[in-house]
Structures are given as C-alpha cells and as structure tokens.
C-alpha cells in the first residue's frame, strides 16, 4: 500500500523552500532543518512556525528521519521564540 500524503525528506525540502529558504536539491532533511532554523535565526522566516506545526500535526504520516530533523532543529528554537 502506498501513502500518497506522506512527508519524506523531498517533501519537506520543497515546503521549506516555498517558505523562501534556500536549500540544494538532494539534500538530507537534518540540512533542510539545520538551513531553515539558521534563517529563521538569522532573518526570519514567515509561515515557518505554522508550516512546522502543521506538518506536526500530521507526524503519523511523516518518515521518521524528517521527524527527528524537526524535534531536533527546529522545534526549540521556534519554542525559544514564542
């Protein structure tokens, strides 16, 4: 059976990016999450911290590494700046 809302590393590239990080192609979600919270730290990001907590809402449906990239990057510190 194939889940076609699943959130792979491709998929979570392509949101970050339409968020205005750049970020290159092929690249591991632990870089996007890494690339993404130094712009969010460094200039901002608008949409990033409703973009992250809907994509948490649906964490069921995400592979477990693109998981770990956001626990680990980027959740504190978008807690950090609530």
């Given at each position: ?12 590239r392509q ?5 205005g ?8 979600p ?11 730290n460094?200039v901002?990001v608008?949409?990033l911290p409703e973009a992250?907590?809907d994509m ?7 592979l477990?590494?693109?998981?770990q990239?956001i626990d ?11």
């Amino acid at each position: 059976m194939m889940i076609a809302d699943l959130i792979d590393g491709d998929d979570f590239r392509q949101r970050l990016q339409a968020l205005g990080v750049r970020i290159p192609d092929g690249a591991c979600p632990e870089t996007c999450a890494r690339m993404a919270a130094c712009k969010y730290n460094e200039v901002g990001v608008p949409g990033l911290p409703e973009a992250i907590h809907d994509m948490m809402q649906h964490s069921d449906e995400m592979l477990p590494s693109v998981r770990q990239a956001i626990d680990t990057h980027l959740r504190p510190r978008l807690r950090a700046n609530e």
